[in-house]
């Protein structure tokens, strides 16, 4: 492209800085690990995100591909949405491990206590609670929940805190705490 490095680093600062792009950091429990860790970066409008696609709604229920990646951006806004009036304040990271295990989000409150969020676009089967589990195993007791959202309808109970539910379970937990 023929730009200094030094300004292709400013671009994602000042993407975020007008609140067009929302960079997710990496949970670890060693603080330091989280500084070197590479965020994971969401467009804070999940329309806009659509559109640069050229993607409609037809295609999107189509094409696995595009809606995974799609709703996860648009859990990412709602949870951001969600944390800033909530009493609990949790801070949003994602959670990677080095033999690929992720979770999507991880809510970490002032306590240290988690819940970890998976999204999925279509249905659900208990190796998707792997990511869920290892994170479960990193965290102890410090480990609240486990939450699978995903497109279908049912309530699926996979283990004591770890539970698949249908994505405007979003909306409805996040109305009873307040």
């Given at each position: ?13 000042l993407l975020e800085s007008i ?112 990511g869920l589990s290892e994170l ?43």
């Amino acid at each position: 492209m023929g730009l200094p490095q030094t300004t292709l680093k400013r671009y994602p600062a000042l993407l975020e800085s007008i609140f067009l792009v929302h960079r997710l950091p990496p949970w670890s429990g060693n603080l330091g690990k989280r500084l070197v860790k590479s965020p994971k970066v969401f467009l804070n409008e999940t329309g806009l995100a659509a559109g640069l696609l050229a993607v409609d709604g037809p295609r999107l229920e189509a094409d696995g591909v595009l809606s995974g990646p799609l709703l996860e951006n648009f859990v990412m806004t709602e949870l951001s949405m969600q944390a800033i009036w909530s009493e609990t304040r949790p801070r949003l990271h994602h959670f990677r491990t080095e033999s690929g295990r992720e979770v999507d989000f991880v809510l970490e409150d002032s306590r240290g206590r988690c819940v970890g969020i998976e999204v999925k676009a279509g249905s659900v089967g208990a190796g998707d609670m792997k990511g869920l589990s290892e994170l479960s195993e990193v965290l102890g007791t410090r480990f609240l929940r486990g939450v699978i959202l995903h497109t279908g309808r049912a309530t699926v109970p996979f283990a004591r805190n770890l539970h698949a539910l249908p994505i405007n379970a979003l909306w409805e937990l996040g109305a009873s705490r307040v």
